[in-house]
């Protein structure tokens, strides 16, 4: 149960993350044990009123956060989400697991998220730039390039970002590119950046299907989520000969055994926003998804998909979290029961806050990079992060999730303590 006053929703995906740090607690030694409560609770929370003029002259006022979960490693780092379910609590466990994520990967960054309760779909683009100006400024006091560094996340994208990083530059009264990330490659954005989570996503698939012995060749790969993260995994394991046969959004649940053409399925998205009446595919139930034969599992829409009753009966042998918080820390406990593999969110989504880390370091440099050097660099980071996971795991006899966890609180914790309490 959480300790904290401001947090109501029990079951909600701030219990979920506090249960993770309640399990690792034991792996860790004393000294940094003694910091662990650090963890349990954001350095801060900011709360905004949003207030736009509607293109039919109303007023409306939407609710709005920026939560910094912890700084001792670097500036914050985390997206910014439109959503109609935003709330306080799901802000603070997506920001602490970007916390957990930066020191994963060894990013010197800390964790931080924000959001806005509202579905960007139901404005037209005008509001949406009035929304996204707003929020900005009422959030800019906390953000900046050493401060805190927002990016793209559920439906949000490279457009918004870009007023994000002009309304931030005009307060400034100068260009500051290197306060998102995730911006228009013109804008000071970097090449790759789009693809770069999607893309992660299928090289730790790939590092953790070689350990496992499961063919990525004719696996069946079903994928919930076709936006920026799963429309790109999905492509790369139809790329890589993978059968993706079964794909949900918000809009429905579409199947082929024989495999989906992902390209054209991408252009379908394009034109009609969401899946649904794809030719080539029969509308199934969002229910059926779960039961479909699959190999490979993505979840990469919405946290707390993945059930104790949906894990007991999945049929998937691996599990690629591109989404953050898919799984529910009893189901987690039931597929390791069942020998099911999960690449845990905070791994296996990296890819792109490393690329947002290289479009950061590359704003601030003014020095650009080619598309191959990102992804060459993108694909040495991920590759040697999931070996470290995977050790961790052998080493301590733990799930992917559990030794991720250890890698990634020993060093925040540690970077606490040198640091020390202050005053002192
Ligand atoms: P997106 O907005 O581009 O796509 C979200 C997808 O989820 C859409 O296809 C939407 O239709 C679908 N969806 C929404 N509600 C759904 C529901 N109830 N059931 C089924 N599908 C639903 O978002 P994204 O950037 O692809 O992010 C997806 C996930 O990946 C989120 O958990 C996000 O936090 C995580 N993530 C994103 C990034 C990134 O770089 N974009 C990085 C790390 C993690």
Redesign the pocket.
Same mark, same amino acid.
């Given at each position: 149960m959480s300790n904290l006053s401001y947090v109501n929703n029990n079951n909600g995906a701030w219990q979920t993350y506090l249960t993770q740090i309640e399990r690792v607690a034991p792996y860790l030694s004393e000294d940094l044990q003694d910091y662990i409560d650090t963890l349990k609770r954001p350095k801060r929370a900011l709360i905004v009123d949003v207030p736009i003029v509607m293109d039919d002259g109303s007023i409306q006022h939407f609710e709005g956060y920026r939560v910094q979960h912890n700084l001792s490693r670097g500036p914050g780092k985390g997206?910014i989400?439109y959503h109609p379910d935003v709330e306080l609590g799901e802000v603070m466990a997506?920001s602490a697991w970007m916390t957990i994520k930066t020191a994963v990967v060894n990013l010197p960054f800390g964790g931080a998220k924000g959001g806005i309760r509202v579905d960007p779909r139901k404005l037209s683009v005008r509001e949406l730039e009035r929304l996204t100006r707003r929020f900005t400024s009422e959030i800019s006091h906390i953000i900046g390039p050493q401060q805190d560094i927002p990016?793209? #996340?559920?439906?949000t994208n490279p457009r918004i970002m870009g007023w994000m990083m002009d309304t931030f530059s005009t307060g400034q009264g100068h260009t500051v590119t290197g306060v998102v990330t995730?911006k228009p490659v013109h804008l000071g954005g970097s090449l790759g950046r789009v693809r770069?989570?999607g893309r992660g996503v299928f090289v730790t698939g790939v590092q953790a299907a070689q350990r496992i012995k499961l063919p990525v060749e004719g696996s069946r790969v079903a994928v919930?989520?076709?936006?920026?993260?799963?429309s790109e995994a999905a492509f790369l394991f139809n790329k890589a000969q993978a059968k993706v046969v079964c794909v949900? #959004?918000?809009?429905g649940t579409i199947f082929n055994p024989e495999g989906l053409d992902i390209k054209s399925l991408q252009a379908y998205v394009a034109e009609t926003q969401?899946i649904v009446g794809f030719e080539g595919a029969q509308a199934i139930s969002?229910d059926a998804f779960w039961d479909v034969e699959m190999d490979i599992l993505v979840p990469?829409?919405?946290?707390g998909q993945i059930t104790v009753e949906r894990a007991k009966t999945l049929t998937a042998k691996l599990i690629l979290e591109?989404?953050?918080g898919p799984t529910y820390p009893e189901a987690d406990d039931e597929l390791q029961k069942r020998g099911i593999t999960v690449v845990p #969110?905070v791994i296996c989504?990296a890819g792109?806050?490393t690329v947002s880390y290289f479009e950061w370091v590359q704003d601030m440099a003014s020095y650009f990079w080619s598309e191959s050097e990102i992804n060459e660099r993108l694909d040495k980071l991920m590759i040697q992060a999931i070996d470290d996971v995977w050790q961790t795991s052998e080493t301590n006899q733990c799930s992917l999730r559990t030794a991720a966890y250890i890698l990634a609180c020993e060093r925040i914790l540690k970077a606490r303590k040198e640091r020390g309490i202050f005053p002192g």
């Amino acid at each position: 149960m959480s300790n904290l006053s401001y947090v109501n929703n029990n079951n909600g995906a701030w219990q979920t993350y506090l249960t993770q740090i309640e399990r690792v607690a034991p792996y860790l030694s004393e000294d940094l044990q003694d910091y662990i409560d650090t963890l349990k609770r954001p350095k801060r929370a900011l709360i905004v009123d949003v207030p736009i003029v509607m293109d039919d002259g109303s007023i409306q006022h939407f609710e709005g956060y920026r939560v910094q979960h912890n700084l001792s490693r670097g500036p914050g780092k985390g997206g910014i989400r439109y959503h109609p379910d935003v709330e306080l609590g799901e802000v603070m466990a997506l920001s602490a697991w970007m916390t957990i994520k930066t020191a994963v990967v060894n990013l010197p960054f800390g964790g931080a998220k924000g959001g806005i309760r509202v579905d960007p779909r139901k404005l037209s683009v005008r509001e949406l730039e009035r929304l996204t100006r707003r929020f900005t400024s009422e959030i800019s006091h906390i953000i900046g390039p050493q401060q805190d560094i927002p990016a793209p #996340d559920v439906g949000t994208n490279p457009r918004i970002m870009g007023w994000m990083m002009d309304t931030f530059s005009t307060g400034q009264g100068h260009t500051v590119t290197g306060v998102v990330t995730g911006k228009p490659v013109h804008l000071g954005g970097s090449l790759g950046r789009v693809r770069a989570t999607g893309r992660g996503v299928f090289v730790t698939g790939v590092q953790a299907a070689q350990r496992i012995k499961l063919p990525v060749e004719g696996s069946r790969v079903a994928v919930q989520g076709f936006g920026n993260v799963g429309s790109e995994a999905a492509f790369l394991f139809n790329k890589a000969q993978a059968k993706v046969v079964c794909v949900q #959004d918000h809009t429905g649940t579409i199947f082929n055994p024989e495999g989906l053409d992902i390209k054209s399925l991408q252009a379908y998205v394009a034109e009609t926003q969401g899946i649904v009446g794809f030719e080539g595919a029969q509308a199934i139930s969002n229910d059926a998804f779960w039961d479909v034969e699959m190999d490979i599992l993505v979840p990469a829409a919405l946290e707390g998909q993945i059930t104790v009753e949906r894990a007991k009966t999945l049929t998937a042998k691996l599990i690629l979290e591109g989404a953050n918080g898919p799984t529910y820390p009893e189901a987690d406990d039931e597929l390791q029961k069942r020998g099911i593999t999960v690449v845990p #969110d905070v791994i296996c989504n990296a890819g792109g806050v490393t690329v947002s880390y290289f479009e950061w370091v590359q704003d601030m440099a003014s020095y650009f990079w080619s598309e191959s050097e990102i992804n060459e660099r993108l694909d040495k980071l991920m590759i040697q992060a999931i070996d470290d996971v995977w050790q961790t795991s052998e080493t301590n006899q733990c799930s992917l999730r559990t030794a991720a966890y250890i890698l990634a609180c020993e060093r925040i914790l540690k970077a606490r303590k040198e640091r020390g309490i202050f005053p002192g």
